[in-house]
């Protein structure tokens, strides 16, 4: 079977999954160190860019922009019929996750922890940061507005912008219950728009701020596995998933939480929602669909059992698949 850098993954760079019914867990390898700083460059143009192993999309207002290996972003104007590499991106490195505020202005994160910035919707960007010492890849990127923005990613690393990305600093981690020290991987941040954050984490864990990130405290779902994927609706209503299929839901700011009945086994990778629907990408070529607020979720798996790795609708309301291929048709 195949292995695969999957964007939530816990290892040095991001861990590799099977594609069957074996995963890789939260292995705690050591940073490296010793060795030369790495030198990042450009990414490449390139024809093959579409079939690029893609780990992360979001909206730019209608437009689609999807990242992934090697640097590469994806763009696409018509719902996801056509895309076109950017013209110009400064990394080269892993793209795991990318984050739109609104048409124009977007951040993407990943390997070597970069974060990356454009204002023209994905067609250029710029470095805002990067520490090619230590691999210490992000894994994900929300802003609450075009200046406040959070990153998270490998052994509890979190951090904050209050200035559009013009500056990073780190915010030091609370340290989990039972543990010594903070170093629980961070895979899916995301906000309710009403000064809530919510950090999904390995070992059925959520990082919680109800005061825009000036304090933090964890959450325990009742799973012991890692929860790669979050996404809260528009009722406040907070949806996590992860390892074989595992999905729960919570009402009430993570204080509580149920889990959401589903016959799959295929793990989360993304959700995304509209028009009422939750729908949720997968691995084993499965797509989730919820109707009923994550309540419960039925299944469908595609005939190339590709491993999803993203998923986003477009403004039409078509689903939009990517993964480790490319955009999967």
């Avoid at 890789?24 to 940073?31: G, H, I």
């Avoid at 893609?54 to 909206?59: A, D, E, F, M, N």
């Avoid at 559009?164 to 039972?178: F, K, L, M």
């Amino acid at each position: 079977m195949s292995l695969s850098k999957i964007k939530a993954v816990a290892a040095l760079v991001v861990a590799t999954i099977s594609i069957g019914n074996s995963f890789a867990e939260e292995s705690q390898l050591p940073a490296l160190s010793g060795h030369a700083e790495l030198r990042l460059g450009e990414a490449e143009r390139t024809r093959s860019a579409a079939h690029t192993q893609i780990l992360g999309v979001s909206r730019a207002g209608s437009r689609i922009v999807a990242v992934g290996d090697h640097g590469v972003v994806l763009r696409s104007d018509d719902g996801g019929k056509t895309f076109n590499q950017a013209r110009s991106v400064p990394v080269d490195s892993t793209l795991t996750a990318v984050s739109f505020v609104d048409s124009k202005n977007g951040w993407a994160v990943g390997h070597w922890g970069v974060i990356i910035r454009t204002r023209d919707g994905g067609e250029t960007w710029v470095l805002e940061r990067s520490d090619t010492k230590v691999d210490q890849p992000l894994f994900s990127v929300h802003f609450d507005d075009a200046e406040h923005g959070w990153a998270v990613g490998l052994w509890s690393l979190l951090l904050h912008t209050e200035d559009g990305g013009r500056t990073w600093h780190s915010v030091s981690a609370p340290i989990p219950p039972g543990a010594k020290k903070a170093d629980r991987n961070f895979f899916s941040v995301v906000g309710d728009g009403k000064g809530s954050l919510y950090i999904a984490c390995e070992q059925g864990l959520v990082l919680r701020s109800r005061d825009g990130g000036q304090t933090w405290s964890y959450s325990q779902t009742g799973y012991d596995g890692s929860l790669w994927s979050a996404v809260v609706l528009n009722d406040g209503t907070l949806i996590v998933g992860g390892l074989r299929g595992t999905i729960y839901r919570s009402t009430d700011n993570g204080e509580t939480w149920q889990r959401s009945e589903s016959q799959s086994k295929s793990s989360i990778t993304d959700f995304s929602v509209h028009s009422g629907k939750i729908v949720a990408s997968a691995l084993d070529g499965v797509v989730l669909e919820s109707k009923d607020g994550g309540k419960t979720f039925s299944s469908t798996q595609r005939s190339g059992r590709e491993a999803l790795t993203a998923i986003v609708q477009s403004a039409s309301g078509s689903l939009v698949l990517f993964s480790q291929g490319g955009i999967a048709r």
